[in-house]
Nanobody
Framework: QVQLVQSGGGLVQAGGSLTLSCVAN????????VGWVRQAPGKDREGVAS???????SCADSVNGRFTISRDKAANSLYLQMNRLKPEDTAMYYC????????????????????????WGPGTQVTVSS
């Protein structure tokens, strides 16, 4: 059984930083596309950042230059370093994995917003105060 365990998140002032982590049990991250999706109240899911199976990554324009996604194969873990946070980054953030090994990172950024993408973590709240 696949389980994605998330940690990190919390409350931070605008301009601050946070790191999200996700550990996979029952699957190997490097065999699939993985990434982070966020959803703010009343808004659609947004793909934030993704890493394809072969290791290339992609970020949404809204976070490009501020957020960095990384993957640790040995630890079977995924990270999202979030810098220069803004109030509009406030959302529930979900770790996601799926799509097999065929998706490009930019494709995964869209695909992982879909309910049938694959596996999801429980979510962690990120709140940025102004």
């Amino acid at each position: 059984q696949v389980q994605l365990v998330q940690s990190g998140g919390g409350l931070v002032q605008a301009g601050g930083s946070l790191t999200l982590s996700c550990v996979a049990n029952g699957m190997t991250f490097s065999s699939s596309s993985v990434g982070w999706v966020r959803q703010a109240p009343g808004k659609d899911r947004e793909g934030v950042a993704s890493i394809a199976s072969e290791g290339t990554s992609s970020c949404a324009d809204s976070v490009n230059g501020r957020f960095t996604i990384s993957r640790d194969k040995a630890a079977n873990s995924l990270y999202l370093q979030m810098n220069r946070l803004k109030p509009e980054d406030t959302a529930m953030y979900y770790c996601a994995a799926g799509g097999g090994s065929s998706l490009a990172a930019i494709e995964a950024l869209d695909f992982m917003t879909r309910p049938d993408f694959g596996y999801w973590g429980p979510g962690t709240q990120v709140t940025v105060s102004s």
